[in-house]
């Protein structure tokens, strides 16, 4: 079983592209939880749209902390992240997640699956090409080797 997730989590602000619509379309952001024996670890984090601080204590469910400043030294950053990348020799995975301008939940999953010399991946980036989908992913393996390849998928596969 994996002992990571990552959820989505409703904010309450609205992206100005939905402003106008009559029924609100609350924004929703990807995080990255921790899980143990399906439940999840608590953390904070923060809306990638209006930056207000969320406690995330189960999957999809979280608690906005109106007004709560503070929280924001509880929360684990990019910039942390690189810096640790950085620190364990791991510069150049770091300043790939950079010029991608991965999102922070996809730093976490980085950062988590080397700490504990587990494989996976993450999508660095993806183009539409005609009817197509070319996904740059990088992969993690064993022993702290990388590799990055591109993928590339039918759009219209199941018309
Ligand atoms: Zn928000």
Redesign the pocket.
């Known amino acids: 079983m994996k002992s990571y997730i990552k959820h989505l989590i409703e ?3 609205i992206l100005k592209i939905f402003e106008n619509t009559t029924k609100p379309l609350y ?1 929703k952001f990807v995080v990255f939880s921790l899980t143990d024996n399906e439940t999840v670890k608590e953390k904070y984090v923060t ?1 990638n ?2 930056d ?1 601080v969320h406690r995330v204590y189960d999957i999809c469910k979280s608690e906005i902390k109106w007004g709560k400043e503070g929280y924001k030294s509880l929360i684990y950053t990019k910039e942390d992240i690189s810096f640790n990348l950085a620190n364990n020799g791991k510069q150049n995975i770091s300043d790939l997640l950079t010029i991608n301008d991965v999102d922070i939940p996809d730093w976490e999953l980085v950062d988590y699956l080397i700490e504990k010399n587990l494989e996976g991946h993450v999508v660095l980036s993806k183009k539409e090409i005609d009817n197509d989908v070319n996904y740059k992913i990088l992969y993690l393996l064993k022993d702290g080797k990388i590799k990055i390849k591109n993928e590339l998928e039918q759009r219209y596969l199941w018309v």
């Open positions: 904010c309450q602000c924004h809306c749209n209006c207000i």
